[in-house]
């Protein structure tokens, strides 16, 4: 089997105040607080959420 790309995303700016559909990615990338890590698979759809959100986190590595 062939091992997937995973992603590890970090929330870094709050998403109050921000555009309704931003804060949408935010909650499809499953982040929830403040400084929470969540691992991701690399796939298209993942990056085109993190590309619109690229200002409210960070991407921490590819693990």
Request: one cysteine or more; hydrophobic letters at 35%; aromatic letters at 2%.
């Amino acid at each position: 089997m062939a091992k997937k790309k995973m992603l590890k995303v970090t929330l870094v700016r709050s998403p109050i105040r921000q555009n309704p559909k931003h804060k949408l990615c935010v909650k499809g990338l499953g982040l929830k607080r403040m400084h929470q890590t969540v691992e991701v698979e690399d796939t298209p759809s993942v990056r085109g959420m993190i590309n619109k959100v690229n200002y409210l986190v960070r991407i921490e590595g590819e693990a």
